[in-house]
Nanobody, 121 residues
């Protein structure tokens, strides 16, 4: 069974940190690029971070550059998102996404159920 299961979300004060995890199963994790997206109420889904299948290349959305770090452990079939210096505008549901490197249209995307991050004092 193909699954992506996120965890690590929660309520944190501005300036705080969270480490999100996404554990994969049921497919060849090491051959997929991995992404973290987020979606806040009333807003469009936003690509937060991207990492290639080998972990050799990472990219970030402008709003999180310098604050978030994406990493992966192919042996553990897990991708992580370290979120630092959190701001209220980072509040959103965060989703893990798996996509084959050749699938530019996202036709074969795999999605997790999401984990909620709330940043508030």
């Amino acid at each position: 069974q193909v699954q992506l299961v996120e965890s690590g979300g929660g309520l944190v004060q501005p300036g705080g940190s969270l480490r999100l995890s996404c554990v994969a199963s049921g497919f060849t994790f090491s051959t997929y690029d991995m992404n973290w997206y987020r979606q806040a109420p009333g807003k469009e889904r936003e690509l937060v971070a991207h990492i290639t299948d080998t972990g050799g290349i990472t990219n970030y959305g402008d709003s999180v550059k310098g604050r978030f770090t994406i990493t992966r452990d192919n042996a553990k079939m897990t991708v992580y998102l370290q979120t630092n210096s959190l701001k209220p505008e980072d509040t959103a549901a965060y989703y893990c996404n798996a996509r084959p490197p050749w699938d530019h249209a996202g036709r074969y995307d795999l999605w997790g159920q999401g984990t909620q991050v709330a940043v508030s004092s």
